[in-house]
């Protein structure tokens, strides 16, 4: 697996007000990786396909999606349902991140394959402590062996202060 520095995080946001927020408020969370975004479904189909031939396949095994269900031309969905079905890229762990509070749908995502769900608040100080705290996840998530290592344990410090 790689190292937490290795992974490009790939947001999939068509509204550029949410994309910025989204970003800036991973980098207030210590969050150095890149980070692709992209505007809307077709676009990160062939963006992640594209990575699918053998020269690309180390750069699969080192993304983590962010992505909106609500998304023209391709919808969340149906990205969620393309990447999941299909055998080089059902490993990517992919975090949706929308506005729908709505269980059914929440349900349909999990069945489909994401591996987190989390609603975008409304209000903007709440949706910019969530997005801090899904920053933190981020940090956690692609650990090479699963544990806090000095570095986590820091940013986890310097962000709530203990």
Same mark, same amino acid.
């Given at each position: 697996?790689?190292?937490i520095?290795d992974i490009?995080?790939?947001?999939v946001?068509?509204d550029?007000?949410?994309?910025?927020?989204?970003e800036?408020?991973?980098?207030?969370a210590l969050i150095k990786?890149?980070i692709?975004?992209?505007?809307?479904?077709?676009?990160a189909?062939d963006f992640? &396909?594209?990575?699918?031939?053998?020269?690309?396949?180390a750069e699969? #095994?080192s993304?983590l999606? @962010?992505?909106?269900l609500n /998304?023209?031309?391709?919808d969340?969905?149906?990205?969620l349902?393309e990447l999941?079905?299909?055998?080089?890229?059902?490993?990517i762990?992919?975090?949706?991140?929308?506005?729908?509070?709505?269980q059914?749908?929440?349900?349909r995502?999990?069945q489909?394959?994401c591996?987190v &769900?989390i609603?975008?608040?409304?209000?903007?100080?709440?949706?910019? #402590?969530a997005?801090?705290? @899904?920053g933190l996840?981020v /940090?956690?998530?692609?650990?090479?062996?699963g544990?806090?290592d000095?570095?986590?344990?820091?940013?986890?410090?310097?962000?709530?202060?203990?």
């Amino acid at each position: 697996m790689n190292k937490i520095n290795d992974i490009t995080i790939v947001l999939v946001e068509d509204d550029p007000g949410h994309a910025k927020l989204i970003e800036r408020n991973l980098r207030r969370a210590l969050i150095k990786n890149p980070i692709i975004t992209i505007e809307n479904g077709r676009k990160a189909l062939d963006f992640i &396909f594209k990575k699918t031939d053998k020269k690309g396949k180390a750069e699969l #095994d080192s993304l983590l999606i @962010l992505l909106d269900l609500n /998304l023209p031309e391709v919808d969340g969905y149906q990205v969620l349902k393309e990447l999941k079905s299909n055998e080089s890229t059902k490993h990517i762990p992919v975090i949706v991140l929308t506005s729908t509070e709505d269980q059914n749908e929440i349900n349909r995502c999990y069945q489909l394959g994401c591996n987190v &769900f989390i609603t975008k608040p409304v209000d903007y100080s709440q949706f910019a #402590d969530a997005i801090t705290k @899904l920053g933190l996840f981020v /940090l956690i998530v692609k650990l090479s062996n699963g544990e806090f290592d000095a570095s986590v344990k820091e940013n986890l410090s310097s962000v709530y202060g203990r």
